[in-house]
């Protein structure tokens, strides 16, 4: 994840313990080199560079025993305020001895670091948590001036320069010049206190927004089509809208004497049936990327070709395999069902027609659905009220399509009502298993 805001407090910490680690590093190796090449190097104080290395080196190794723990608890989610303050304390150890070293108003270094630790801290952690950095930053640093100036300590003990070269003690210019070095500096630490903030707020907002969405878009595939939400999230809402006359295929099924069998068990016992119906129903649909129209109360409406669309003979192809597979399933689960000890096990209808339909959005202004009507339609579904349960019945519009790669049985001519002529319809072979993923 790129954005710090979503990181754990471990990440958080493993981050600003890394960056001490490596920059401890970097100290070290400078050390050296003004250690091994003190000709090369006649600014820095020889005699304070043992001190300088043995707290930088302790203070490293702190730094790294805090890495490894953070590392360890990289995946916690739950806040760990002990680690983070003791992140924060060490963070601003190193900042107060940096600036220490090479004096506040002496080395560009200093007010670096102080920006620096200030900007990666804000980053990472919150504005409560870096209050105790500001507060023991701006103490120090204040006591450090005021001893200098005084001559109690001395002044950026890692140089070998003087109190009076390097105007710390001059009642001259830089007096008041350190002054208004300080005022930028704070001015500069609002700054960067306001954007960050300002930065994490926005941030804050967007996360909250994107897991809104995140759950809305979730809930509005449990009630409307995958297909339909897919085309919601981008941005396609127009072709949703507006009427087509499309080429489906039309899938209706329903539980035979599904009114009897709700009087005959327990309303806890035909919950669970149904909600096991509509759930291995509902994945299989979605596995052969079939739209689901609507569930009215046992009946099942599902059409192929809208709103995406492939070709007329994969689409019945899917739809017809789709069946079959239903059918299987419905075996499984009568299965299952009988081993809980439900004596009223369902049994399914399917029918299914090719044909024109209009598809798109009807209703009021207030409720829209996305449905398929017309005489298609309607056919399909009197296909499948003419069915036996456990079988599937197809039209021979669909048979056309299909009849090459599935086996299917003439049924003979059928006048459904509104049909201008008898249709001819046939039944499929669920023994076409093997070809139900094909």
């Known amino acids: ?71 360890w608890l990289r995946k916690k989610v739950e806040p760990s305020p002990w680690l983070t303050l003791s992140t924060i304390f060490l963070c601003t150890w190193v900042v107060i001895f940096s600036t220490y070293f090479y004096g506040i108003f002496t080395h560009l270094y200093a007010g670096v670091a102080i920006v620096a630790a200030w900007v990666v ?23 450090f001036v005021l001893g200098a100036h005084w001559a109690l300590v001395p002044y950026a003990p890692f140089f070998n320069t003087t109190s009076s070269s390097i105007g710390q003690v001059n009642a001259g210019l830089m007096r008041p010049m350190n002054g208004i070095t300080l005022v930028l500096l704070g001015v500069v630490l609002v700054i960067v206190f306001l954007i960050i903030e300002r930065w994490k707020q926005r941030e ?23 297909q339909l939400s897919d085309v919601v999230r981008n941005g396609n809402y127009a ?62 409406m599902i059409f192929f070709g809208a709103p995406q669309c492939t070709t007329d003979r994969d689409q019945a192809l899917r739809a017809v395999r789709m069946g079959i597979e ?17 004596p009223h096990p369902f ?25 398929a009507i017309g005489r298609q339609v309607n056919l399909a579904a009197r296909i499948q009220g003419h069915c036996t349960p456990d079988h599937v019945l197809i039209s021979q519009s669909t048979w056309a399509l299909v009849h090459d790669q599935i086996t299917c049985t003439p049924r003979g ?19 076409t298993a093997s070809n139900v993923c094909g």
Request: with cysteine; aromatic share 10%; net charge negative.
């Open 1 to 71: 994840m790129n954005n710090p805001l979503a990181w754990t407090p471990a990440v958080r910490c493993l981050a600003a313990t890394g960056i001490n680690v490596i920059f401890a590093l970097l100290y070290l190796a400078t050390y050296a080199y003004a250690y091994w090449y003190p000709s090369a190097n006649p600014e820095v104080n020889q005699a304070f560079l043992p001190t300088a290395a043995w707290i930088v080196g302790l203070t490293g190794c702190f730094m790294s025993l805090l890495a490894l723990i953070s590392y």
């Open 121 to 143: 801290g804000l980053t990472l952690f919150s504005a409560r948590e870096m209050l105790l950095n500001f507060v023991s930053t701006t103490v120090c640093n204040s006591a």
């Open 204 to 226: 804050i907002d967007l996360l909250t927004i994107s897991e809104n969405l995140t759950q809305a878009n979730d809930i509005i595939s449990r009630y409307v089509a995958i």
């Open 239 to 300: 072709s949703l809208e507006r009427h087509e006359r499309r080429k489906l295929t039309l899938f209706f099924s329903d539980i035979q004497g599904f009114s009897n069998t709700a009087d005959a068990i327990e309303p806890e016992d035909l919950s669970l049936l149904l909600n096991d119906y509509l759930s291995e129903m509902t994945a299989i649909a979605q596995r052969f990327d079939a739209t689901i129209d609507k569930f009215v109360g046992d009946a099942i």
């Open 326 to 342: 239903m059918q299987k399933s419905m075996h499984m689960l009568r299965l299952k069902w009988l081993k809980a000890g439900i």
């Open 347 to 371: 049994h399914i209808r399917i029918g299914i027609n090719t044909g024109q339909a209009s598809v798109g959005a009807f209703g009021s202004q207030q409720r829209l659905e996305y449905t």
């Open 413 to 431: 001519e059928v006048a459904f009502q509104g049909s201008h002529e008898p249709v001819q319809i046939f039944e499929v072979a669920l023994e």
